[in-house]
């Protein structure tokens, strides 16, 4: 039955837009393990879609798979129309793959890395440097041309390694975790980058474990967890499905933490600890439960800086669904043979 509806909804997207990537029942072992277990997806061309999980959980091996690299020990999958297996030559033809190492030669500088790529493409020695040029500058990366890589912060070469990958632009990206160990701002920047090329049409297939990052890019969002897609839909759809608000609560003194989640734990269901030492969060089934909650909170003497409800965020979404958050396992990528997953 599971199948049957898989089958069906899928039909029915293709019939509202056409697929950039189609793939049904993919299935990848590595001896005893089976890092992918069945993954189907849908990706609609001109679109920014999520593959979303922990280390470990499946994604990198799907990339590999849909990019040709890997062949699939079962099901099946179609790039713009061509069979993967079939037909790799063509999909190598229509796609760039950005992993999360830089694929930049460091003893060259940032232009003469572009230069050559566009050589190996076929460009002729003019038309190579200007499409280098106007790469860098397009991504602020004219000052820094003419230094080795082996200078450039972590940011700059990750948006010198996405620049090599849209010598020529392809219509289908796939990005492997694009923005891991970059700085807040060097990832915004990376972010920016990847809404521009979605806005000239390019279909982007985003991996990433940082839930954010697929809030804040995806228009359609797939969960996967050992190895299999639990949930997918778009990000309000992901939330909604968890059926709940949330209350978030920021207190004056972090040193009651305790004392507030005890009193929330008595109202409220899965409080929760943030990240800052004075934040708490906590599923909430309806706004009357949640304002008795925090009138509690101030009985206690327990002073609140802010409150807020409203839907959850991401992480809880992936709490929900998975039963665990979105933080490393195990190391998927040493089985298939490429980076982390």
Known sequence: ??????????????????????????????????????????????????????????????????????????????????????????????????????????????????????????????????????????????????????????????????????????PLMFLDEPTTGLDPRSRSQVWDIVRALAAEGTTILLCTQYLEEADQLAEGIAVIDHGRVIAEGTPAQLKASVGSSTLHVRLLDPARRGDAERILGGRLAEVRPGADPAALSATCPDGDRAALAVAELAGAGIGVGEFSLGQPSLDEVFLALTGHVAEPEEDEAALSGGGRA
């Open 1 to 170: 039955m599971t199948d049957r509806i898989t089958q069906d909804l899928t039909a029915a997207r293709a019939a509202l837009a056409p697929l950039a990537i189609e793939a049904t029942g993919l299935v990848k072992s590595f001896g005893a393990t089976r890092a992918v277990d069945g993954v189907d997806l849908a990706v609609p061309a001109g679109s920014v879609y999520g593959v979303l999980g922990p280390n470990g959980a499946g994604k990198t091996t799907t990339i590999r798979m849909l990019a040709t690299l890997l062949r699939p020990d079962a099901g099946s999958a179609r790039i713009l129309g061509h069979d993967v297996v079939r037909e790799a030559d063509r999909v190598r033809g229509l796609i760039s793959l950005t992993g999360q190492l830089a694929s930049v030669d460091e003893d060259l500088t940032g232009r003469e890395n572009l230069v050559m790529i566009a050589r190996l493409l076929g460009h002729p020695w003019r038309a190579a440097r200007a499409r280098a040029d106007a790469l860098l500058e397009a991504f602020g990366l004219t000052e820094a041309a003419g230094r080795l890589t082996k200078a450039y912060s972590g940011g700059m070469r990750r948006r010198l390694d996405i620049a090599a990958s849209l010598v020529v632009t392809p």
